[in-house]
């Protein structure tokens, strides 16, 4: 298997458990300082690589009254600011091709939605800016299907690529995840990553908002870890019920300690055994 630098950091191969999170969205520099200098504690306490998550703008909202976040030039902005304080590498959704060589000025890590990820413009534009990416199965694609996206973003020149499993549609509002797709997106020769607070998500099970079941987060994600994987996505909020987007599966900062132990233990098994 191939592994993909992200910063200072390598994913991958026998390297640390990579953990990507943050809030959902960039609601105020305040929330993103203080997500980020728990997570860089508990990271560092437990020996996990830590890359910090927020976006600057989240384009798919049920509603046309969800709160999108700043903006691509306001959100950037403080992205770096939580880069210079924390000194970690940062990643954040781009929905654009314009985006793509934007964030690149700043983050370390691009990251394709779940909803683009067949589009080629998006996934060539990303690959250009010579950046890893990180690019979520669509939760209407077979994990075989994402074969193909690997190879767009090698045909561009870029090798850099991690896949990311965020659950399947099943019915309507509603998400599953098949566990086979891990090792088959590993079986591609590069890194997987799980989503394990997306892959509980209610799309538009609200009405003019998404739900969630935050309580399933945990116990998948210790599934994904038996399986096998390189690292874990997870948004985090220090009152997840009163965030503004992704409420509902964004998992409590202070619970973040506990659910990576386990998560770590099954992890270092899987690996060895």
Request: with cysteine; charged share 20%; aromatic share 6%.
């Amino acid at each position: 298997m191939r592994t993909v630098q992200i910063g200072n950091l390598t994913v991958g191969g026998n390297n640390p458990l990579l953990l990507i999170a943050g809030p959902c969205v960039i609601e105020s520099l305040d929330l993103l300082f203080e997500v980020c200098e728990k997570m860089v504690e508990v990271t560092n306490k437990l020996g996990i690589s830590y890359v910090f998550k927020a976006s600057f703008d989240k384009a798919n909202r049920s509603s046309i009254n969800g709160f999108r976040g700043p903006g691509i030039e306001k959100g950037l902005e403080m992205l770096s600011e939580v880069k210079k304080r924390y000194g970690v590498p940062v990643v954040t959704d781009v929905h654009e091709t314009s985006h793509c060589f934007e964030a690149a000025k700043v983050v370390d890590l691009l990251q394709i939605p779940a909803f683009l990820a067949r589009q080629t413009d998006l996934i060539i534009a990303a690959a250009e800016t010579g950046l890893p990416v990180n690019i979520k199965k669509g939760q209407f694609m077979a994990p075989w299907d994402m074969a193909n996206v690997v190879t767009k973003m090698e045909e561009s020149g870029n090798p850099n690529v991690m896949l990311c499993e965020r659950g399947s549609s099943f019915g309507y509002n509603n998400l599953v995840v098949d566990m086979r797709g891990l090792p088959i997106m590993r079986d591609l020769g590069v890194p997987v990553i799980f989503d394990a607070t997306h892959s509980v998500q209610r799309p538009g099970g609200n009405g003019t908002s998404t739900g969630g079941d935050r309580q399933f987060v945990a116990p998948l994600m210790r599934a994904a870890a038996a399986m096998g994987i390189d690292g874990i996505f997870a948004e985090v909020h220090p009152d997840p019920d009163k965030g503004l987007s992704d409420g509902p599966n964004m998992l409590r900062l202070d619970a973040i300690e506990e659910i990576l132990t386990k998560v770590l233990a099954i992890h270092e098994i899987s690996r060895n055994g």
